[in-house]
């Protein structure tokens, strides 16, 4: 009954991919944006990737040309398609949808998933 199901996250090694997937509830009207965000311990939580309503993407620096946004309307759900991870890719990651054009204070937020990558 949560709003957002996440599902993919897991312990790879460096070089390696993982591909993260979240859901919303058809309970969250009218969602304009989807994105994930990530924490890391001892940091704040930080922007990573989202896709709005008409599949303009947008990345953090720290993840374009690795990481890749994607959604799939009809199952109101979204993914995160990672590549060549890192070990500061290492975080809880969470996944958010917003009303808005941006990921917001206002949005929906996932209880998160672990991406763990070793060296």
């Known amino acids: 009954q949560v709003p957002l199901v996440e599902s993919g996250g897991g312990l790879v090694q460096a070089g390696g991919s993982l591909r993260l997937s979240c859901a919303a509830s058809?309970?969250?009207?009218?969602?304009?944006?989807m994105g994930w965000y990530r924490q890391a311990p001892g940091k704040q939580r930080e922007f990573v990737a989202r896709?709005?309503?008409?599949?303009?993407?947008s990345y953090a620096d720290s993840v374009k040309g690795r990481f890749t946004i994607s959604k799939d309307n009809a199952k109101n759900t979204v993914y995160l398609q990672m590549n060549s991870l890192k070990p500061d890719d290492t975080a809880v990651y969470y996944c958010?949808?917003?009303?808005?054009?941006?990921?917001?204070?206002?949005?929906?937020w996932g209880q998160g998933t672990q991406v763990t990558v070793s060296s």
């Open positions: 896709i709005t309503s008409s599949f303009i993407t």
């Open positions: 958010a949808a917003d009303r808005g054009p941006f990921i917001s204070t206002n949005a929906y």
């Open positions: 058809r309970s969250i009207f009218s969602i304009n944006t």
